[in-house]
Structure formats: C-alpha cells, structure tokens
C-alpha cells in the first residue's frame, strides 16, 4: 500500500489479556519501529528491526511485551498480560537507511 | 546515548509573526535530525530532516530548520504562522550514518497560533 498501515485501529482489552497489534511497512523501507504514546506524552522507543539484523529491544519495557518481524515486510507487536498502564497509542513506523520515519495512524490500546 | 530537548511545552504565537521552535539535541556521531507535526487525531507527519550540506534546510508547508553544530541547535522556523499550524511538533535525532538507527524524539511541542 501507499503507506504504514496498522491494524486494529481501536482495541479494549480487560486487564490481564494477551493482545497483538499488527504493522504493514511502506514497501521496499528495510526499518520498522514501534514507539509508544501515552496520553498527552511524547513518542517512546519500543523496539526496531533494520533488514536481517537483530532487532534493538532496548526500549521494550518489560519480558511482557515482544515484537517479531518476518523479513522486511509485517511486524507485529504482543503484549502478555495487559496492565492498565499499558494503555495508550501504540505507533509504527518504517524507512528507508537514510531517510525519515513515515508513521502509521496508530492502534489506540484501552485495558481495562 | 542519543538525547533530545524541546524546552518549552507550548509556545503562543499571533497569527502572521514569525514562529521559533526549539530543539537542542546530543548523539556521539554525527546527527540526522527531523521534525513531525502531530494534527489533533491523526499520525505524525515528516516535515524536513537535516543529514548534511547546507545547515538551512526547508520543509513542508513553509517550515524551515537551521542546523547549528556548535549549539548542538535544530529550531524549526516559519516567516509568517498560521492558524492551521496549530499542533504538536516533535524534533528527533539519530545517531548516523554509522551509529544506531534508533530515532528518539522530544517530548514535544505544543504550537498555539492565535488568530
């Protein structure tokens, strides 16, 4: 597609789930990112995969959250045993070596 | 490690001045910098990036940064604002070409244009 699409676009949850968002790179961009956005706060680096390196995980905040990537195409984002403080805007991006980062619209987490 | 300070959580400007807002940045290497605008309800959008050459660089919808190594500065400018320029504007850094290809961002920027 034209651009990063990211899926659900909403998601609710209860307390204590498993929950799994999805991210489509922009074709041909090797780099995918994934930050997070609570409310009213900046971007947090979560994780990126830069083409068949290991991924940086240096910014996932605990064992609870994983990311996995296959090649350079859709990734996705798990989070076991969802706390409330896991709410907020879960963001993706990707690019190209180089360039600047294009964002999906985001998937907004509610855990209930 | 790579860090980015946008001082100033909002910033009021008239609608037709000029707008200045800051963003001072560290990385051990060279820097590639950017900006993003985030509207109300919808995702970030790139704006300019600065990876060499000329330290003036321009952008989308009139922006313009100014890269200033000795300051360690990327203010993004504008001539004359907007009141649709009202948003949320973020400055990043990484650490390039041969450093990490993790972006950090600030914690943004708050644009009020007032008409």
């Known amino acids: 597609g034209a651009g990063v699409s990211q899926s659900p676009s909403n998601k609710v949850t209860e307390k204590g789930k498993d929950v799994e968002l999805r991210c489509d790179p922009i074709?041909?961009?090797?780099?995918l990112y994934w930050y997070r956005q609570r409310l009213g706060q900046g971007l947090e680096f979560l994780i990126y995969f830069q083409g068949n390196s290991a991924p940086d995980k240096s910014g996932l905040p605990s064992d609870r959250f994983s990311a996995e990537r296959t090649g350079e195409s859709v990734s996705t984002l798990t989070i076991q045993r969802t706390q409330q403080e896991d709410s907020a805007v879960y963001l993706c991006?990707?690019?190209?070596?180089?360039?600047?980062?294009?964002f999906g619209s985001g998937t907004q987490l509610s855990v209930l | 490690a790579q860090s980015v300070a946008q001082p100033e959580d909002q910033v009021n400007v008239a609608e037709g001045n000029p707008l200045t807002v800051k963003c001072t940045y560290s990385v051990s290497g060279n820097p590639y910098l950017f900006w993003y605008v985030q509207y109300p309800n919808r995702g970030l959008q790139f704006l300019l990036k600065y990876i060499t050459g000329d330290n003036l660089v321009k952008g989308s919808y009139g922006f313009e940064a100014e890269f200033n190594k000795s300051q360690t500065s990327f203010h993004l400018k504008k001539p004359s604002a907007l009141v649709s320029d009202s948003a949320l504007y973020f400055c990043a850094v990484r650490d390039g070409p041969s450093g990490t290809y993790k972006y950090i961002f600030g914690t943004g920027t708050r644009l009020k244009v007032l008409a």
């Open positions: 991006a990707s690019a190209t070596v180089g360039g600047g980062l294009f």
């Open positions: 074709s041909g961009h090797t780099a």
